[in-house]
């Protein structure tokens, strides 16, 4: 992302946004308590539409994830969010402030990691994030301290006197997010920032995250939905350049949940059984090769497995098979995904 310093009424602005205020404009959202507020994005390349009217609003605080497929428009996205990008339409507020009338006072409150940190390997990892705290507007007086704090913030104070050109996948990302954080952005941006880790690297990566999300917003672009449903508590997903769906994670686990089925196997029939029936819908009964019955069923009951199972003991039948089947979360997001491409 661009680093050019703030103008002096930028620098205004930026105060002004951090005690939550505003630099004008419509005042019928509280758009100063928002971490990101974006109305009709677009942008294009040439006769290209990357995005196209693209419209959130992320709040203050944790980790929202940015899915889609490759080529979706996930990295144009970010890039108009960071300041790297300007849209051809639209409105964008970062924290408050018009990013588009106050570029530079908005760049100040994003910290903007792409896939692969831009480090200088002939560099020290201390000497690095001087490098960065020098050109990123940290005073002077503070910078020492900064870079202190964000090394351990990001556990890379073992590698302080390493060259980053010797660092490993997962060390060059932690050196990476922790240029990020200098200046204690309330916004972080993270392009695919697990691309080419190792699975302990990984693990690692995603815990450190999940920490981040408590003191600030974070948005994470990726094509994983494992990652995705592992870190994030909001969902965003683009599909064609078009924002397709915007919800919590809690409510997106429901959609799965919702054609959820569960799968019983039983030593005798449980529908001849009137409490058992009622709290079955749509149940199809088949008897297996050893002689046991199988029973697929939907239920409107959270609990209908427990319930069946304690008639099951009440009427002296054993069961051996208790699970719920049909669609996981990441069948659910392709599914959306096909079906948005598909129109």
Same mark, same amino acid.
């Given at each position: 992302m661009?680093?050019?310093?703030?103008?002096?009424?930028?620098?205004?602005?930026?105060?002004?946004?951090?005690?939550?205020?505003s630099?004008g404009?419509?005042?019928?959202?509280?758009?100063?308590?928002?971490g990101i507020?974006?109305?009709?994005?677009?942008?294009?390349?040439?006769?290209?539409?990357?995005?196209?009217?693209?419209?959130?609003?992320?709040?203050t605080?944790?980790?929202?994830?940015?899915?889609?497929?490759?080529?979706a428009?996930?990295?144009?996205?970010?890039?108009?969010?960071?300041?790297?990008?300007?849209?051809?339409?639209?409105?964008?507020?970062?924290?408050?402030?018009?990013?588009? %009338?106050?570029?530079? $006072?908005? !760049?100040? /409150?994003?910290g903007? #990691?792409? *896939?692969?940190?831009?480090?200088?390997p002939?560099?020290?990892?201390?000497?690095?994030?001087?490098?960065?705290?020098?050109?990123?507007?940290?005073?002077?007086?503070?910078?020492?301290?900064?870079?202190?704090?964000?090394?351990?913030?990001?556990?890379?104070n073992?590698?302080?006197n390493?060259?980053?050109?010797?660092?490993?996948?997962?060390?060059?990302?932690r050196v990476?997010?922790?240029a990020?954080?200098?200046?204690?952005p309330?916004?972080?941006i993270?392009?695919?920032?697990?691309?080419?880790?190792?699975? %302990?690297?990984t693990? $690692?990566? !995603?815990? /450190?995250?999940r920490? #981040?999300? *408590?003191?600030?917003?974070?948005?994470?672009?990726s094509?994983?939905?494992?990652?995705?449903?592992?870190?994030?508590?909001?969902l965003?997903?683009?599909?064609?350049?078009?924002v397709?769906?915007?919800?919590?994670?809690?409510?997106?686990?429901?959609r799965?949940?919702?054609?959820r089925?569960?799968?019983?196997?039983?030593?005798?029939?449980?529908?001849?059984?009137?409490?058992?029936?009622?709290?079955?819908?749509?149940?199809?009964?088949?008897?297996?090769?050893?002689?046991w019955?199988?029973?697929?069923?939907?239920?409107?009951h959270s609990?209908?497995?427990?319930?069946?199972?304690?008639i099951?003991?009440r009427?002296?039948?054993?069961?051996?098979?208790?699970e719920?089947?049909?669609?996981?979360?990441?069948?659910?997001?392709?599914?959306?995904?096909e079906?948005?491409?598909?129109?």
């Amino acid at each position: 992302m661009s680093v050019d310093k703030p103008r002096t009424t930028d620098r205004a602005l930026v105060g002004t946004a951090a005690h939550g205020g505003s630099d004008g404009g419509d005042q019928s959202m509280d758009r100063g308590a928002q971490g990101i507020f974006a109305r009709g994005l677009t942008k294009r390349f040439g006769s290209v539409t990357a995005v196209r009217d693209a419209s959130f609003v992320l709040p203050t605080h944790g980790v929202c994830g940015l899915l889609g497929p490759n080529g979706a428009g996930k990295t144009t996205t970010i890039r108009m969010l960071a300041g790297v990008l300007t849209p051809e339409a639209g409105e964008l507020r970062i924290a408050g402030i018009d990013a588009l %009338a106050h570029g530079a $006072a908005a !760049r100040a /409150l994003v910290g903007y #990691l792409p *896939e692969s940190a831009p480090l200088y390997p002939e560099l020290t990892v201390r000497e690095y994030l001087r490098y960065r705290a020098d050109i990123g507007c940290v005073a002077p007086r503070a910078r020492r301290a900064v870079i202190e704090a964000v090394m351990n913030q990001c556990d890379v104070n073992r590698f302080a006197n390493r060259l980053c050109g010797e660092l490993s996948k997962g060390m060059q990302q932690r050196v990476g997010l922790a240029a990020t954080l200098l200046g204690d952005p309330p916004i972080v941006i993270l392009d695919e920032p697990s691309v080419g880790l190792d699975p %302990a690297q990984t693990l $690692a990566f !995603r815990e /450190l995250i999940r920490r #981040l999300g *408590e003191t600030r917003l974070v948005l994470l672009s990726s094509h994983q939905f494992p990652e995705v449903e592992s870190v994030c508590s909001e969902l965003l997903i683009i599909a064609d350049g078009r924002v397709l769906l915007h919800e919590s994670m809690h409510a997106f686990r429901s959609r799965a949940a919702a054609d959820r089925r569960h799968r019983i196997e039983s030593e005798r029939s449980l529908l001849t059984i009137n409490d058992a029936r009622a709290l079955c819908q749509d149940a199809v009964e088949r008897t297996l090769a050893d002689g046991w019955i199988e029973t697929v069923f939907s239920s409107t009951h959270s609990s209908a497995c427990e319930m069946l199972a304690r008639i099951a003991l009440r009427e002296h039948i054993t069961l051996r098979v208790i699970e719920a089947t049909g669609p996981r979360l990441l069948e659910v997001f392709v599914s959306l995904v096909e079906g948005a491409v598909a129109k």
